[in-house]
């Protein structure tokens, strides 16, 4: 199967950068799609970006011109570069990720991410 693992959370100030990855193993050739998704205390999860095996990418409207998402299709690492960060983007960050043909999804732990004014 997949197994999913991130790194880079942390706390900073406003106005201040971090970069998350998540390294995948397993049986990587069934993904075709990756992402991180977000939740904070007392809301619901919600999508932050994708990025799909060819390099096409969505983000949410309140963090696009903020953050980068990219991938590593040949180490199956994705990555999420976040800067001008602001204390609304404080959540546990949630990598993810989908092989969309067998309709197969997983998730990795959570990495907290905290940004402080």
């Known amino acids: 199967q997949v197994q999913l693992v991130e790194s880079g959370g942390g706390s900073v100030q406003a106005g201040g950068s971090l970069r998350l990855s998540c390294a995948a193993s397993g049986s990587t050739n069934r993904i075709n799609l990756m992402g991180w998704y977000r939740q904070a205390p007392g809301k619901q999860r919600e999508l932050v970006a994708v990025?799909?095996?060819?390099?096409?990418?969505n983000y949410a409207s309140s963090v696009k011109g903020r953050f980068t998402i990219s991938r590593d299709n040949s180490k199956n690492t994705v990555f999420l570069q976040m800067n001008s960060l602001k204390p609304e983007d404080t959540a546990v960050y949630y990598c993810?990720?989908?092989?969309?043909?067998?309709?197969?999804?997983?998730w990795g732990q959570g990495t907290q991410v905290t940004v402080s004014s």
């Open positions: 990025i799909t095996s060819g390099d096409a990418t």
């Open positions: 993810y990720a989908s092989a969309i043909l067998i309709n197969k999804n997983w």
